[in-house]
Nanobody, 121 residues
Framework: VQLQASGGGLVQAGGSLRLSCAASGRTFSMYAIAWFRRAPGKEREFVAAITWNSGSTFYADFVKGRFTISREKDKNTVYLQIDSLKREDTAVYYC???????????????WGQGTLVTVSS
């Protein structure tokens, strides 16, 4: 499975952004797709995940309704909509495909290259 993340950029605080994760290859083997992020000077952390077939979702506690994960199966793409962006959302966002729906990084076997989101004040 190959994953290509895109959609990052420079956005003002309060704005919105939609990240995309395009999957190719053995996509039928994916059970869940997740988004993680790594802010400057911090560890990579879980953001949200979605099961490929049923669309069940799971979010990190800090999301608090500002992030929405979704998928379009016919496009092999997962999205992460981020609203009311804050400066602390500045990070490299990674998508990953794995065998379970959850927040454990080692459960995800395939990783994209990341897309940078920078939020300015």
């Amino acid at each position: 499975v190959q994953l290509q993340a895109s959609g990052g950029g420079l956005v003002q605080a309060g704005g919105s952004l939609r990240l995309s994760c395009a999957a190719s290859g053995r996509t039928f083997s994916m059970y869940a797709i997740a988004w993680f992020r790594r802010a400057p000077g911090k560890e990579r952390e879980f953001v949200a995940a979605i099961t490929w077939n049923s669309g069940s979702t799971f979010y990190a506690d800090f999301v608090k309704g500002r992030f929405t994960i979704s998928r379009e199966k016919d496009k092999n793409t997962v999205y992460l909509q981020i609203d009311s962006l804050k400066r602390e959302d500045t990070a490299v966002y990674y998508c990953a495909a794995g065998r379970t729906l959850g927040n454990i990084q080692r459960a995800y076997d395939y990783w994209g290259q990341g897309t940078l989101v920078t939020v300015s004040s």
